[in-house]
């Protein structure tokens, strides 16, 4: 049975950085796609970071350099590196990966920007 669990959400200070991290397990990070969405309250879900199994890493819009996504394969993990925060980061961010068009997702972590 697949399962991605993410951790590393929390309460930060506007500018403050937060690492979240997606741990896999029942499916292979290797070689799959990964990515990370979010969701504000009354708000659509949103992409974050996707990295393709081959090829570059794409950003939302808001993004703006401050976000960066990583892998390790060894571990089975996936990572979001969010710097410069703002209180408009604030959302539940979930991770996901994606296997030859099936989908699977995390449960989501809460991360609140304060101002």
């Known amino acids: 049975q697949v399962h991605l669990a993410e951790s590393g959400g929390g309460l930060v200070q506007a500018g403050g950085s937060v690492r979240l991290s997606c741990l896999a397990s029942?499916?292979?990070?290797?070689?799959?796609?990964v990515g990370w969405s979010r969701q504000a309250p009354g708000m659509q879900r949103e992409l974050v970071a996707v990295?393709?199994?081959?090829?570059?890493?794409h950003y939302g819009d808001f993004v703006e350099g401050r976000f960066t996504i990583s892998r390790d394969d060894d571990r089975n993990m996936f990572y979001l590196q969010m710097n410069s925060l703002k209180p408009e980061d604030t959302a539940v961010y979930y991770c996901?990966?994606?296997?030859?068009?099936?989908?699977?997702w995390g449960q989501g972590t809460q991360v609140t920007v304060s101002s």
């Open positions: 029942g499916i292979r990070v290797r070689a799959n796609t």
């Open positions: 990295q393709p199994r081959i090829g570059v890493k």
């Open positions: 996901y990966l994606n296997q030859l068009g099936n989908e699977y």
